[in-house]
């Protein structure tokens, strides 16, 4: 399949100013890093499907990434052109027991997730969470007293998700019609849209006064911080910590930072409450050899205080969550 691309600016403040932090041939180093360092960690009889989230991205490897000088947002540029994207993202369709076994790998992570809305919310409610995929987010939070529906362009995987006893509504969020909800939820998933700016409105459009926008993606800044060591006496650490979390090859469409969402939300009126500095969900499976499992522990136990505490953007931190809320009054 071909694809097109085009020249793209900094969706957050506009600007055209940025500088390089990975050409072609570095990213195409990174990927053969990450299948060397995956392959190393997986048993030798791992079923292809199982690698989906490992190696086989969804998101084809970008051409170059740069970093805007003005707000710190980590891009691709040039970029895929977003007709692409729901040609992968749509299309994408796992076996049952695939779904099944990321549902349980991914629940008990989620579980933390929805204690932390609970406790920035003050309180439980209704919400709608944003590429509910597998389900794994809408049952944690069921377990803690809300009650979340999803949205999810992938029709494969909402079918599973329904069959949880779920809602799930097909589609994007600037597609869903008079919801009112309390909680507006995006977990790994504002970084591969094609338009953030558009389905933070879009969110803004759902909530109420005092409504709670809750976003965790990929840190740019973590990206931006580690690449360019790749090639230094900090390479071995280098790499480990951006293969542990998912960061190695870029195999997103965005990396925000702390200080470029906190200025997305705002412009749409939104004041952050909180923002804290993560690791990757843990991905070690039955499939991993048992000394990975134990190096993924680790190095993601002692990576993940690393993280809370790095000052400012959190270049330590490979992943964050920022939470934010409507004005008391709108
Ligand atoms: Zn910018």
Redo the contacts with the bound molecule.
């Keep these: 399949m071909s694809v097109a691309y085009e020249l793209a600016?900094?969706?957050?403040?506009?600007?055209a100013?940025t500088h390089e932090i990975a050409d072609t041939d570095d990213v195409h180093t990174e990927i053969e890093s990450l299948w060397e360092h995956h392959s190393k960690r997986l048993r030798p009889e791992t079923p292809p499907p199982h690698l989906m989230d490992r190696v086989a991205f969804s998101e084809r490897p970008p051409l170059r990434v740069v970093q805007?000088?003005?707000?710190?947002?980590v891009y691709r540029n040039p970029v895929e052109r977003p007709s692409e994207l729901g040609k992968i993202y749509g299309d994408e369709s796992p076996t049952t027991d695939v779904m099944q076994a990321l549902h349980d790998t991914q629940r008990a992570s989620y579980a933390s997730q929805a204690e932390r809305l609970t406790s920035v919310a003050g309180r439980h409610g209704s919400g709608l969470e944003v590429g509910s995929y597998v389900g794994a987010f809408l049952a944690a939070a069921r377990d803690e007293g809300w009650q979340f529906a999803g949205v999810d362009i992938n029709q494969c995987t909402n079918a599973f998700t329904r069959s949880l006893g779920f809602e799930v509504i097909d589609g994007t969020i600037e597609a869903v019609k008079s919801r009112r909800v309390d909680a507006v939820a995006i977990w790994n998933c504002l970084d591969q849209l094609a338009d953030p700016p558009s389905a933070i409105r879009a969110a803004r459009g759902h909530l109420g006064a005092g409504g709670l926008l809750a976003l965790r993606v990929p840190n740019g800044a973590c990206y931006a911080t580690f690449s360019p060591l790749l090639d230094s006496s900090f390479a071995f650490v280098a790499r480990n910590w951006l293969a542990q979390n998912n960061l190695l090859g870029f195999p997103y469409r965005f990396g925000f930072t702390p200080r470029?969402l906190t200025?997305l939300v705002e412009q749409n009126g939104f004041e952050v409450v909180h923002i804290v500095g993560d690791v990757l969900v843990p991905i070690a499976d039955e499939w991993t050899r048992p000394w990975a499992a134990v190096e993924e522990r680790v190095v993601k136990g002692l990576g993940k205080g690393a993280a809370r505490l790095s000052p400012g953007d959190m270049p330590l931190a490979p992943w964050f969550e920022l939470y934010a809320k409507t004005h008391a009054q709108t």
């Design positions: 600016r900094c969706i957050v403040c506009g600007s100013d805007c000088t003005t707000c710190g947002l470029s200025r």
